[in-house]
């Protein structure tokens, strides 16, 4: 097989002779070749030892007609290193072992040095590539600071962010000072990844959605673009993704980002006009279409291919990420289809 780059063609709105697509998760426990793994190690097991990470990286590409392969790793690896300690428990997801809530804890808090500390992540990246032989393009990742921040405070997932908001409204300095350390590190990590081998980075804000215009103004985009500055100096496309975000697109175009993700609660043309046409897309059909019925995902993603009406610079994923108990053959047919629509 030749060499595909549809993808990153599409993120320098090159044109491309079909449409590219990836699916956030796409390595993850909807695959039985994923769980089989995961029987036997812990998701952290998995991400730090790169033979293991190699290996689920390719799953998807071996299985699915995907565009691009996305490092597999966590987002929160890079907590550990910093001086919070945390592990995934079973049925709740992420525990944060002594969450971040006072100006001492962040006091406490160290910078570190990704290619000693998280020179697994990178030495993952290498095998991927050798791996890949050029098959498709590999994404690496990294989370953006109100996400990360998110995780810190709260101690694991949450529905309201009443921790986060708290420290963010009543100790803006220790807010700031917490995301700046995030925005340093998180920049550097996504320059050696971009030194080891991946040849596209995603900023993952997933919950920034929670903040209103004003207050993502003033307490995540100074971080955010430095982050988005970092990495687009390396030279390599960035894609900046939030979820919830209809009326944060806007701002976040400005904060950087050559593609701008959006997830299913706006309409995929409505999002690029506020993007702006000069800045690639990426999304954004619904992950619950995927569990059928088939028609019904059909017709989501022929609506987000008509809405990207043919304009180079669209990547076709999921609003947010595949959902575990996706059936593997839906991802496969939702592939294929988009690839066959031009
Ligand atoms: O295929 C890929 O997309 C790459 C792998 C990937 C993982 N995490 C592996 C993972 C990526 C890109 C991430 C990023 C990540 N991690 C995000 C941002 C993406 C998003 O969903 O918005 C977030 C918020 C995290 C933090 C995190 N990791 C949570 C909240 C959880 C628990 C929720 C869950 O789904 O269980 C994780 C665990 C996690 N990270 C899994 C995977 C495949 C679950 C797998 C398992 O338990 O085996």
């Known amino acids: 097989m030749g060499v595909n780059d549809r993808f990153l063609r599409a993120c320098r709105r090159e044109p491309v002779d ?37 290996q ?27 001086g919070i300690p945390f592990d995934f428990v079973k049925g709740e997801g992420p525990v944060i072992e002594r969450p971040v809530r006072t100006a001492d804890d962040v006091d406490h808090l160290r910078q570190f040095e990704p290619r000693d500390e998280l020179s697994h992540v990178l ?13 498709v393009p590999l994404i690496g990742f990294a989370g953006a600071p109100f996400t990360l921040a998110s995780y810190a405070i709260e101690g694991g997932p949450s529905s309201h962010y009443a921790k986060t908001k708290a420290l963010m409204y009543g ?33 993952f804000d997933s919950w920034v ?11 995540a985009l100074p971080h955010t673009s430095r982050i988005l500055e970092a990495a687009k100096a390396t030279g390599v496309p960035v894609i900046h993704f939030g979820t919830g975000t209809a009326t944060l697109l806007e701002t976040m175009a400005t904060a950087g980002g050559d593609v701008i993700g959006a ?19 990426q999304g954004n059909l619904d992950p619950t279409l995927l569990l059928g019925p088939l028609d019904r ?46």
């Not at 609660?265 to 800045?279: E, S, T």
């Open 123 to 135: 030495e993952t990246i290498r095998l991927v590539r050798k791996e890949l032989e050029g098959r």
């Open 18 to 54: 079909a449409t590219p697509v990836w699916f956030m998760r796409q390595a993850g426990r909807y695959m039985p070749e994923y769980r089989a793994i995961r029987a036997r190690h812990t998701l952290l097991d998995i991400c730090r030892q790169p033979e293991l990470a190699t």
């Open 263 to 281: 997830d299913w609660r706006i309409p995929l043309d409505d999002a690029w006009q506020l993007i702006g046409h000069d800045r690639a897309i």
């Open 209 to 219: 959605g929670a903040l209103s215009p004003d207050d993502y103004r003033e307490f």
């Open 56 to 82: 689920v990286t390719l799953q998807p590409v071996d299985r699915i007609d995907v565009d691009a392969a996305i490092l597999f790793s966590d987002l929160l690896l890079l907590l550990a290193p910093m």
């Open 171 to 203: 100790e803006p300095k220790v807010w700031h000072k917490l995301c700046d350390m995030f925005a340093t590190i998180v920049g550097d990590y996504l320059v050696a990844q971009v030194e080891a081998g991946v040849q596209a980075v995603q900023i």
């Open 297 to 342: 995902m059909m017709d989501g993603a022929g609506d987000i291919l008509r809405r990207a009406a043919g304009r180079p610079g669209h990547i076709f994923n999921l609003g947010h990420g595949i959902l575990p108990e996706t059936p593997v053959e839906n991802v496969q047919a939702l592939a294929r289809f988009v690839h066959g629509q031009r």
